[in-house]
């Protein structure tokens, strides 16, 4: 109807025009033009276009006053055109199809071929699923073709009222196969619809037809595809059984409907050919979120067909009937759980699905639900994962993640090495685990799920994000550091958890800790003569703490020399080959436990406190 009414008022200005004088106010005579009308007229390779246009009743239309592109077929393209469909000649195809076929040839505006990119635009046809305007599929990798059918061939015959494209080929009517085969990002899923056809069901037929028509197709481009095969350890789609594929393929399809992007409602469940159903999300764009619970994003709306819709999508919707039988590496199990979606996506922002989906790699992964990540942004005043810098991120994500395949029996009260690391190094951050009660990682977060299984390794769901560890970090997550903690805590000490959490670069970070464990200053007690840190007065115990850091330095076990080393509170004696510090009174304590690494310098933990 929007067509006819646009179309009404041309013709009603074209015939109001030629019902005028020929000539203006004054009796002068007006200029003979150069219409798109006339360009057809008077070149003989276009007869065949002009007498379709004046058996479709459309002269008048490109003889008017208008901007208007059109992709004119030669003389050889309509009688290959005629042929192919069974017609003998122009007289024998209906008006009203002629009519939308050479309306499909047709685009409002003037674009020359160096306006025309690689993408869609409208025609002014209209198909028999909606009264919007069809799409027209523009590749402009090689010249210019149009929906993989037809290309120009004489570019930028200028009108006065537009441009005319000569073109080698009658551009049909498109369905919704007809865009997926011209679209070189669907690729893929047209390897899919073939791969997936059988006896039963042919999808190209399917979807080139009218029976269950109009279709609404949610296509998933071709990464889109290569992240799900990546996600199940697979090379192609021949791996994917069929039966399978089916069933995914069908998830991506409502039968029976044209639903344009202005049509889909917030929150709205769609039930799928499938038979299951996915919801609509259009907070901060359409969104759809499948039986994973991750979304896929609608990246290209309404490419409107004669029996459908197309919208393209950048992740391949999962039915749960396809989640449960496939067998997904750890970030294919990330983008199938529905409380690990942020996870996910925090994957994919920073490139690291493709590291946890490599099936010939094993690892562990604590894996924070949705809720962990919602209050990890907002402890830090973030509203999205796109306010942290991807580089950040990435340490964030590693921060969580453990070489080998490591069951919840096989962890101890220790310390291991996360794939994160300390600066611009290789050496990798520590993680302390305690099993005192349940799994803890780095005293703040708790596994909440254990021992998932992953083609790859294991997963922990875990209900708190593991933040990147400062040196304060492990003090207070290691019980064996609990008077460590509780000294430099007494209220008449400097602040030094403020001090020593100090960001890596800033002086006076990073920091070499040498960390007494509890039995050290048990030791120290008996030495003293004291029963606890309270019978130590505050300078003393200032002093004393002082000796364990050297500041401005991450000294890690393997670049201890032997010779003296300043600390915060003087000079110590470093015996490298023994890993032992002599302190100025001439105590020797031994290093037992070395490069608990943090963010902000490293820790090696003694078993006796050194003396000023």
Known sequence: MKKLIHLFAILIATFTFIGCSNDDDNGTPMPEGNTIVDIVASNSEYSSLAAALDAAGLTAV?????????????????????????????DEVPVEVLREILLNHVVEGVNTSGDLTTGYITSLATGSSSTENLSLFINTTSGVEINGVSEVTQADINADNGVVHQVDAVIGIPNITTQALANPEFSILVEALVAASDSNINYVDLLS???????????????????????????SLEDIPQDLLQTIL??????????RVEDLVNGQSVTTFQGESF????????????????????????????????HAIDKVLLPQAAIDIVDPTIAGLAMMTPDLSTLAE???????DDVLDDRNSEYTVFAPTNASFDAFLTANGLSSLNDIPVEALTQVLLNHVLSGSILSVELTNSYTNSLATYANTDNNLSMYINIDNGVTINGVSDVALADVQAANGIVHV?????????????????PNFSSLVAALTRPDQPDFATILSTENGTSPAPFTVFAPDNVAFNDLFVELGVNSLDDIDGATLTAVLNMHVIAEANVRAEDLESGPVTTLGGDIIIDAPNTTITDPNGRVSNIVLVNIQATNGVVHAIDKVILP
């Open 62 to 90: 490109l003889a008017s006053e208008g901007n208007f592109t059109v992709f004119a077929p030669n003389n050889t393209a309509f009688s290959t055109f005629l042929s192919a469909n069974g017609f003998a000649s122009l």
């Open 209 to 235: 037809g009218t029976s269950a028509a109009p279709f609404t197709v949610f296509a998933p481009t071709n990464d889109s595809f290569v992240a799900l095969l990546n996600a199940l350890g697979l090379t």
């Open 250 to 259: 069908n998830y991506h399809v409502i039968a029976g409907a044209n639903v």
């Open 279 to 310: 919801t609509i999300d259009l907070d901060g764009g359409a969104k759809i979120i499948d039986a994973t619970g991750n979304p896929s994003n609608i990246v290209v709306t309404n490419v409107q067909t004669d029996n459908g819709v197309v």
């Open 346 to 352: 925090a994957l994919q922002i920073t490139g690291l």
């Open 462 to 478: 875990v209900d708190a994000v593991i933040d990147l560890p400062t040196v304060v970090t492990f003090a207070v997550a290691d």
